[in-house]
């Protein structure tokens, strides 16, 4: 999916409409809750509380979901100002002809995942000998246009089938929600209100100006569409006519879409003649504490730090090594791979904004483009960690003094550098990665520290761990890791 932080050049119109729908939104709702609050809340404050008590998850169902009445008095008031901004009567009568509110959308956009997936676990399936294999095949059938791209634009080939691969697995799946009823949904709902009426806006365009049939115009539950998965908003500032028939059709349009991904990437800036990173290998004692995605410095900084690329070519010996800076990133523990990435990567960022991604799409690339596998493989013990998982590391972290925050199962910032603490305390890697090898180690450790006070209450101590000693260290936990599913 591919969100931009640059809006597309609307109207004054358009304009005023997300100022004033996302107001109306917030207040409309903000009275309607403290109005059923003031005449309810008496009444069940203690059935609620009886409630609770039986059964906790009752206490995340009491927010009230929107009804279709609601919808239908807010789609009235939409479909008035977009007609001030210059959407058709026919095109709103075409487009809203059966959009109604659409519960499983808004259950999509506030789901939270149970599971917080591996590094490894979202590669493999990411970059699959399949989806390789797929984009050589790809490059073969599509030599000419791809050329024409990438001379026109300055993206290689290979990095344009990456992510025409991670989107839609190269036009396989583009989706099959209405764009108009998801993106109708979560323009109504408040809480992300101005950014999906902007999108809805956009959406309404591209079908006002004909490029598209409405049955045509299915995508993803948040609205991306086509086989690069644009979100209207990109598809109106970016998408270009490729084969030059006058319309912009990102789903029966090849040419269309690989134009539009590579004109998207110019625009973002993607500089030519440069890589978007390389995998490299760490000296021993190396201070992990640089691995954290934000120290820059130029390849020959970093060749003086004794890293080394896994392919044999030293740093300071490429082009330009003085001038080309990069970031350490370590997706995973420091047993996994580490990579030094440019400043394409965060372009590729700009696209999708996560590690995870952007490791995926280039090292997809490569593989494309016939070079080698990750020199690292996956560990035996890794798996997914829980919420509940994440928030016993935070946990086990603040008692044993270092302190994590509160334990709200997400691995920010403060989580980390505690995690930091307790590895450089306890002679381990201080890579600061919550992973259940993590885990396992800091249950250890508590352990050790319990039956030292009980045998001693005087002098409590926590002894060093030996990360490569033989034990439950190893261990995966009982996760199947057959319920994951991810669509790309």
Not at 1 to 25: D, G, H, W
Not at 265 to 288: A, I, K, R, S
Not at 357 to 381: C, E, F, N, W
Not at 456 to 466: D, F, H, I, M, S
Request: no cysteine.
């Amino acid at each position: 999916m591919t969100i931009s932080t640059v809006n597309p050049v609307l109207n004054p119109a358009f304009k005023r409409i997300l100022k004033l729908n996302a107001t109306r939104a917030f207040f409309g709702v903000f009275l309607r809750n403290v109005l059923a609050l003031s005449l309810t809340l008496p009444l069940l404050a203690h059935s609620a509380l009886a409630a609770a008590q039986t059964n906790p998850s009752n206490a995340a169902k009491q927010e009230q979901l929107p009804t279709q009445a609601e919808f239908a008095a807010w789609l009235t008031g939409f479909k008035v100002q977009a007609r001030q901004a210059g959407i058709s009567q026919d095109t709103l009568n075409l487009a809203f002809a059966d959009v109604k509110l659409n519960p499983k959308i808004l259950e999509s956009d506030r789901k939270q995942p149970e599971f917080i997936s591996t590094f490894w676990e979202y590669f493999e399936r990411a970059v699959s000998s399949g989806r390789i294999e797929n984009g050589q095949i790809q490059l073969k059938n599509h030599q000419a246009l791809l050329n024409q791209v990438t001379q026109k634009y300055g993206v290689p080939q290979t990095v344009l089938l990456a992510f025409w691969g991670m989107e839609t697995n190269y036009g396989r799946f583009t989706g099959s929600q209405p764009i108009i009823e998801s993106l109708a949904t979560l323009a109504f709902d408040p809480r992300r209100s101005g950014f999906f009426t902007n999108e809805l806006l956009n959406a309404l365009l591209i079908l006002n100006r004909g490029d598209v049939a409405l049955s045509q115009m299915k995508g993803s539950w948040a609205g991306a569409m086509g086989h690069v998965q644009f979100m209207p908003s990109n598809y109106v500032k970016y998408a270009v006519d490729g084969d030059g028939d006058g319309k912009i059709n990102l789903w029966d349009s090849l040419p269309d879409a690989l134009h539009s991904a590579g004109n998207f990437l110019q625009h973002l800036g993607w500089l030519q003649n440069q890589h978007w990173g390389t995998e490299v290998t760490l000296p021993q004692n190396f201070n992990y504490a640089q691995a954290d995605g934000k120290t820059t410095r130029s390849l020959a900084q970093w060749h003086a730090l004794d890293l080394k690329s896994v392919n044999g070519q030293t740093l300071s010996g490429q082009p330009n090594a003085q001038n080309i800076q990069a970031r350490l990133v370590l997706p995973s523990d420091y047993r996994g791979p580490a990579f030094l990435v440019y400043d394409n990567f965060k372009i590729i960022k700009r696209w999708n904004n996560a590690d995870k991604y952007a490791l995926a799409v280039g090292h997809l690339a490569d593989r494309i483009a016939g070079q080698p596998a990750l020199s690292k493989t996956k560990p035996a013990d890794d798996v997914r960690l829980s919420l509940d998982d994440m928030r016993q590391i935070q946990t086990l972290l603040n008692q044993q003094g270092y302190p994590a925050g509160e334990p709200d199962g997400i691995a920010g910032t403060k989580t980390r550098n505690a995690l930091r603490a307790f590895q450089v305390a306890n002679n381990l890697p201080a890579d600061g990665y919550p992973s259940a090898h993590a885990l396992v180690l800091l249950k250890q450790t508590q352990s050790t520290k319990t039956n030292a006070t009980l045998a001693n209450p005087q002098e409590p101590q926590t002894a060093p761990l030996n990360d490569n000693q033989p034990s439950e260290t190893h261990t995966p936990f009982n996760n199947p890791l057959d319920s994951f599913s991810h669509s790309y």
